[in-house]
């Protein structure tokens, strides 16, 4: 799903959403796939990889997955289980598969 506006979800994906604009989903929403947007309110359930510049898991939200963000706020009882990337200019331009991929360089005593 490809949009180029604000979305409401509070239904149940299993696939892509993509959006220009703010998706929010709802306490009964479901995506499990992939998420892109420059803003990212939860108030249901993700499973999956999200690519925002702002992501918001609100009271009750979980996302669990891979997160790549420049910005990310977690309230009270909302739960993020996963790895987080923080976006900068550098790795804005990297896709999502390939900064989650790279792992830092093991020491050796």
Known sequence: MTLECDVFFDGRLEGTMHSKGVIT???NGVIVGEVKAPHLIVRGRIEGTVDVDRVEIKENGYVGGIISSKEMVIESKGIFEGESHRKTTETAAKPLQ???AEKPAEKKS
């Open 25 to 27: 989903v709802g306490q």
């Open 98 to 100: 390939e900064a989650a």
